[in-house]
């Protein structure tokens, strides 16, 4: 199969990895990609930012601003028809963005059958957190991505959900979580070895990767271990943030410098040498519809998990079986379980043999996930 993968992606972190694995994983199943987006993209460094566009981003009035993000998609759709005059595709599969309607224009337009991936509600979130001055032209935006393709692919039920309640059909809504790439990640690492490699050698590890901020309560964690005051215990954060200052100097003040490793960003090639020294792999606060990456990656590694109990997160895990969930409305409740996890190593061993064997029970792979691609675009071709 012939497939036209289409983004507006300027980033190079989580989103990237998305795209970059199910790319990958399509081409080793034998089929023939054709990457339409931002070539900038491709030739940045991992965890580089937007660049230019963060900057206009920053500097132009919102509306302006959102105004060429419109204007983009006259140009992604030209490259998009482009394409698929060139190559000839046998479907389109696109990342849902906000304000780019191009490849609905190009489904109507040539009759390709088209899947569409949705990570967010990007109105409801960029409403949010960034502002929308255009509101009537982003929400009409959303809706008519979301209405125009085939199938919409959210990465939860919950973001599910929100789909169908602005008017998507339940029957083109096929949720694909996100997954993990078995050839990178795999519980084949030696956890003491990899301890070794850290410096944390006999240490209980306590493990977070990911962008760190405020609302994921690691204040809390290390709080808690300057409370018990057990040198046995040291926390890993792999990953950069806006809160990770803030961290390292609540870690100084309260004398235990030397139990915390803050290691920045780190390759994406590495991360799984840093996990596989996880004890305990920490998943704090996520927004209510979102399937994270990391979680994938401690499941993989067989980390005993702590987790909120919320709904898009129960989707994948269940309490005493493959995670010890807390609950989310408790401020105490990340350090609490952790403190259940950390004196009971019989429910940690159990917990983590539990995470290890979702995976293949949940099929939660790019492999997988490709293949429920492909299987979609056939039923369209027989449609």
């Known amino acids: 199969m012939k497939i036209l993968y289409h983004h507006r992606i300027r980033s190079k972190d989580g989103q990237y990895v998305h795209l970059e694995e199910m790319v990958t994983a399509l081409r080793a199943l034998g089929h023939e990609v054709i990457l339409v987006g931002p070539k900038a993209t491709e030739e940045e460094e991992f965890g580089s930012d937007a660049g230019i566009v963060a900057m206009l981003k920053k500097l132009l009035p919102g509306a302006m601003y959102e105004t060429l993000e419109l204007g983009y998609s006259l140009i992604a759709y030209r490259k998009l028809k482009r394409a698929a005059l060139l190559h000839k595709p046998d479907g389109l599969y696109e990342r ?10 190009l489904r109507k337009k040539l009759g390709l059958p088209m899947l569409l991936e949705i990570n967010a509600p990007l109105f409801a979130e960029r409403s949010k957190y960034d502002g929308i001055r255009l509101k009537s032209l982003a929400q009409w935006s959303e809706r008519y991505a979301w209405r125009g393709a085939d199938y919409a692919l959210p990465v939860t039920q919950v973001l599910g959900d929100l789909v169908a309640e602005q008017g998507v059909e339940r029957k083109k809504i096929v949720v694909v979580p996100n997954g993990i790439n078995r050839e990178r990640f795999t ?24 962008f760190v901020r405020e609302w994921h309560g690691l204040d809390g964690v290390i709080d808690m271990l300057a409370r018990r005051k057990d040198k046995n215990r040291h926390l890993i954060v792999v990953g950069d943030g806006p809160h990770l200052a803030v961290l390292k100097e609540q870690a100084r003040r309260l004398g235990i410098a030397g139990q915390v490793t803050f290691t920045g960003i780190v390759a994406r090639d590495q991360v799984a040498d840093y996990v596989a020294a996880f004890d ?12 994270p990456l990391k979680l994938f990656e401690y499941l993989a590694m067989g980390c005993a998990i702590v987790a909120p109990a919320q709904a898009n997160i129960m989707e994948i895990l269940h309490d005493g079986q493959n995670a010890l969930l807390f609950d989310p409305q408790d401020t105490t409740g990340l350090a609490k379980a952790i403190e259940r996890l950390c004196d009971d190593e019989d429910l940690r061993k159990r917990v983590a043999v539990g995470a290890y064997d979702t995976i293949a029970a949940q099929g939660l792979t790019w492999k997988r996930n490709a293949e429920r691609v492909v299987e979609l675009f056939e039923s369209l071709q027989k449609a």
């Open 280 to 291: 305990v792999a920490l998943q704090p606060a996520v927004v209510a519809y979102a399937s």
């Open 187 to 210: 519980r084949g690492h030696d956890r003491e070895a990899s301890k070794q490699k850290l410096g944390v050698a006999g240490k209980l590890v306590l493990g977070f990767t990911g």
């Open 96 to 105: 849902y963005n906000l304000f780019l309607p191009s490849g609905v224009w």
